[in-house]
């Protein structure tokens, strides 16, 4: 395979051209998963919120764990069911920020069966989270998504001040401004 040296505006070009198309395919296809994996946390936060409240029983909070339960397979049957289009480098990148999160977030998750007061969980998935959401707004040049990030970021040190069950309809506040409204953005732009 032959090699070709790109000038400085040929290579400029190009990482534009797939920044535009990485961009588009994320309007595109995205949204609906900011939107999936967004309902799906304000839900289940509202339920844990509101069956803790009325039984005092902390073992509702195993209800988190439906999150990845419902929303993986649901993710993955969305981007089998989705127009197939060309991944770029940046698209690529893209995907492996967020599975190297969900790596994070799932260890994170399992540590809590060892010793489930070693961290606050709920700021630092926040916070993990947030920081997915800021990068690829970055890397993709788009407002909305990059404003929803850094303004989850700056949030969620709400949730260090926040005790008790007000720390999960604190949460469930970010599944909104994190995902459902970027979502509902992504969506939009189609």
């Known amino acids: 395979m032959e090699e ?6 040929e290579s400029l070009e190009l990482i534009s051209r797939m920044i535009k198309e990485t961009r588009t395919n994320l309007e595109k296809n995205g949204g609906g998963i900011y939107l999936l994996w967004g309902y799906l946390w304000l839900v289940i936060s509202l339920a844990i919120y509101f069956l803790l409240v009325k039984s005092g029983d902390y073992r509702v909070q195993w209800l988190w764990f439906a999150m990845p339960i419902i929303g993986y397979p649901s993710m993955i049957y969305m981007i089998k069911k989705r127009e197939k289009g060309a991944v770029t480098f940046i698209g690529r990148v893209i995907g492996c920020v967020w599975i190297t999160i969900g790596v994070a977030a799932g260890l994170l ?3 809590m069966f060892i010793d489930y007061s070693a961290f606050p969980i709920l700021f630092v998935m926040a916070l993990l989270i947030n920081v997915g959401v800021a990068i690829s707004g970055l890397v993709i040049k788009f407002k909305p998504v990059i404003i929803a990030g850094f303004l989850g970021i700056a949030l969620s040190f709400v949730m260090l001040m926040v005790s008790g069950p007000s ?3 604190v949460s469930a506040g970010f599944a909104v401004i994190m995902l459902i409204i970027p979502g509902h953005i992504l969506n939009r732009h189609v």
């Open 4 to 9: 070709k040296n790109l000038t400085q505006n």
């Open 109 to 111: 998750s399992l540590y």
């Open 167 to 169: 720390q999960i309809l």
